[in-house]
Nanobody, 129 residues
């Protein structure tokens, strides 16, 4: 059974940091690009960051480029999202998704990624004092 499971969310104060993890089971994560998405209450889902299968290419939403870092450890079938200098506007459910291997490329739109079996259920990040 293919599964992606996110972890690492929680409550953090403004200016704080969190590292999210996205662990795959039932398939080899190293064959897939990975994207992180977030959805805040009452807002549409937005792409946060993505990474190609080998980790040699990454891309970020402009508003997060300076504060977030995506990485992966294919030996552990796990991808990560390091988030620094968090602010209340970063409060959202963060999800990861697996998508195709297309060389040095990855997508920030949900349409790049495979269907529901390749999406995690998300982890909640709350930034509040």
């Amino acid at each position: 059974q293919k599964q992606l499971v996110e972890s690492g969310g929680g409550l953090v104060q403004p200016g704080g940091s969190l590292r999210l993890s996205c662990e795959a089971s039932g398939f080899i994560l190293g064959y897939y690009s990975i994207g992180w998405f977030r959805q805040a209450p009452g807002k549409e889902r937005e792409g946060v960051a993505c990474i190609n299968p080998t980790g040699t290419y990454t891309n970020y939403a402009d508003s997060m480029r300076a504060r977030f870092t995506i990485s992966r450890d294919n030996r552990k079938d796990t991808a990560y999202l390091q988030m620094n200098n968090l602010n209340p506007e970063d409060t959202a459910v963060y999800s990861c998704a697996a998508g195709p291997s297309v060389g040095n490329d990855c997508g920030l739109s949900a349409g790049w990624y495979y269907g529901k079996d390749y999406w995690g259920k998300g982890t909640l990040v709350t930034v509040s004092s």
